[in-house]
């Protein structure tokens, strides 16, 4: 079985001569390799895949939190929580749920080499949390039901009642 090649490590001086658009096909198909003149690897990646990487970076980070703070029985401290904070008004029970979520969202997002599904399920958790944070809201969304709380509405007779209502509901 042949031995697969090593991938190409190109030097400074290589940008001068014709190897650069071999460096440059590279790039774009994936990744380049420069050594500089100090030693140092340089790597050249197509910017939606560096893009990509630091979203996965992100929601991973969040992931960790989230499942950190899940598992603890104290409230959530909102320095230790960062930029992740948006999360403190989650009930525990939530929070399982949401690591659940970003998990199978992150692997889908590695599957698919975009974060979109990631995205999206931050942006929904993000939502949630944002209504629960009020507390009427989320007196409404988490409290028992009661029965008692609500009353039938009557049906209005025709559309000027409605407007009628509208109008003197917004004070003109």
Do not use: C, N
């Not at 003149?37 to 990509?52: A, C, I, N, R």
Request: charged share 25%; net charge negative.
């Amino acid at each position: 079985m042949p031995r697969p090649t090593p991938p190409t490590i190109y030097q400074v001086t290589d940008m001068t001569t014709s190897k650069r658009l071999d460096f440059v096909a590279e790039a774009r198909a994936g990744g380049a390799r420069l050594r500089d003149k100090d030693g140092m690897s340089l790597l050249l990646l197509p910017e939606s895949q560096v893009t990509h990487l630091q979203s996965l970076q992100e929601h991973i980070e969040l992931f960790l939190v989230v499942e950190r703070q899940a598992a603890t029985v104290t409230p959530p401290d909102v320095y230790a929580l960062g930029r992740h904070a948006w999360i403190r008004s989650l009930p525990a029970e939530d929070l399982i749920e949401l690591a659940a979520d970003l998990s199978a969202a992150i692997i889908a997002s590695i599957a698919d080499q975009d974060s979109l599904s990631a995205d999206r399920v931050v942006e929904e958790w993000r939502l949630s949390a944002s209504q629960l944070d009020d507390p009427l809201r989320r007196a409404v969304l988490l409290d028992a039901f009661d029965a008692t709380d609500y009353l039938e509405a009557d049906q209005p007779d025709d559309a000027e009642a409605i407007a009628g209502v509208t109008a003197v509901d917004s004070g003109l």
